[in-house]
């Protein structure tokens, strides 16, 4: 296994570790939070694991070390990371609970619909890379996570005002993620059979 794999599978594995720590510190928000070093580490855990998402590429790239494993393995890792961090937020109040649950709906049924939409080009032959509009969605959900898992923490800090920032970025990723998720069915139709009978 090369150290690119090695990279993502550290992303992937540093997911369960998150989650531990937010749990921890989730566990008596409001309270003392300057002092709630688990919700701080968690949200420093996944800072680190989105880093890793930039730095395994640029390695596989530099260093030739591009491999199917590692095709496979790295948009389950971001999935997995992103997804895990918005489910943890529903509860915590940095986003009103119906509209973060209708968000994460959107956002795992995307990644759902462009991961069907990736086997199938891989039965065709076609390889579907992320395109611009998928690496700006995904670097906006990369801002808006950490946001939302400090909400506890920054409104005792800096003041409510802080939500409607978490507002705003989440709104941003929904939006993002259904553009994106258009933007990938329609460039790739041909994959999945649309207009084919229409040009047939």
Same mark, same amino acid.
């Given at each position: 296994? =090369?150290?690119? =794999? ?11 570790? &998150? ?14 939070? #300057? ?15 989105? #880093? ?6 640029? +390695?596989?790239?530099?260093?030739? &070390?591009?491999? =199917?494993? @590692? $095709? ?15 489910? &943890? ?7 009103? +609970?119906?509209?973060?649950?209708? @968000?994460?709906?959107?956002? #795992? ?7 069907? *939409?990736? %086997?199938?080009?891989?039965?065709? @032959? ?8 998928? $690496?700006?969605?995904?670097?906006? %959900? ?7 898992? &400090?909400?506890?923490?920054? +409104?005792?800090? +800096? ?19 259904? *553009?994106?998720?258009? =933007? ?11 207009? $084919?009978?229409?040009?047939?």
């Amino acid at each position: 296994m =090369n150290l690119a =794999n090695k990279i993502t599978l550290t992303r992937l594995f540093l997911v369960p570790v &998150m989650i531990v720590f937010y749990l921890i510190g989730f566990s008596y928000p409001y309270r003392a939070p #300057i002092y709630d070093w688990a919700m701080w580490l968690s949200t420093a855990i996944y800072i680190i694991a989105a #880093i890793t998402d930039f730095l395994d590429g640029k +390695v596989a790239r530099k260093y030739n &070390m591009v491999s =199917n494993f @590692g $095709k496979f393995i790295d948009p389950i890792a971001d999935k997995v990371l992103v997804t895990a961090a918005f489910i &943890m937020v529903i509860d915590n109040g940095s986003i009103p +609970v119906v509209f973060s649950i209708i @968000g994460i709906i959107i956002i #795992i049924t995307r990644e759902f619909l462009i991961s069907g *939409l990736r %086997q199938c080009g891989a039965v065709s @032959g076609k390889a579907i890379a992320a395109d611009m509009f998928g $690496k700006v969605k995904t670097f906006v %959900q990369d801002i808006t996570a950490p946001i939302l898992m &400090m909400i506890p923490v920054l +409104v005792t800090l +800096v003041g409510s005002w802080v939500l409607y920032v978490g507002y705003a970025f989440y709104g941003a990723s929904v939006l993002l993620t259904i *553009l994106s998720g258009i =933007n990938y069915l329609i460039v790739n139709r041909d994959v999945i059979g649309f207009g $084919k009978e229409r040009n047939a």
